[in-house]
């Protein structure tokens, strides 16, 4: 009887033991080693985040893309008022340069197309304020529609002179951004508006030139 009395009390002393080994110990999660990859995982997010961990994107700038260049049309470049006759022309407007700018936009790009020429008065002319009228048209090359199209008024003076210079500037045309070869998709003409420039809606066959390697500036 002693003896099952003693073994009774050695249970629930070592029972007593257990618990109060249990009780004193670090939770299980904090005694079971981690792997190698959750102690990294915790550590990437407690590591404040620094410069060479986000994805820099540079924006789009207009040295990105291949503006369209500017084509005078045949025919299109000179507007006389007159006889046939050199002797007999009383003014002519000429279109000496052409200028555009492409900005990117988000997914549009804006266009501004700029004109340069001059007022010539000839022998059978005075000086004096004349006009016409210059058109600028925007096509694109996928359908060949026209989807800008406008006539610009212009004026000039030779004040006593007997030639003098004009400009037009259009106001912000804006496009579809396609690509950053925006010349492979848009073509730009220009011309007088005097009856002549039929040639304004080329046949697609028609070969485009060259692009340029830098825009040029629109004019302000």
Known sequence: MY???LGLNLRIGLAAAM???LGACNPVDSIVP????TVAGEASQMRPETSADKIVVKPMTAED???????IEDGAATARVGGPENSA???QF???DTARECQPRGDQFS???GVSGRLLIGPAGSPGAYSTDVKVLVRRDVDHKTIFEKTYRVEANTAGG???????VTELIMLPLTRTKLNDDYSIFVGFDNGKNEAIERPSHHRKPKQKEASNPAPQ
């Open 94 to 96: 000429d279109l000496v």
């Open 89 to 91: 022309v009383r003014y």
């Open 34 to 37: 981690k792997s190698p990859r």
């Open 111 to 113: 266009l501004k197309v």
């Open 19 to 21: 618990a109060s080994l």
């Open 65 to 71: 893309l291949e503006c369209p260049v500017v084509e």
């Open 3 to 5: 003896a099952s009395k």
């Open 162 to 168: 007997v030639q003098t210079p004009f400009q037009v």
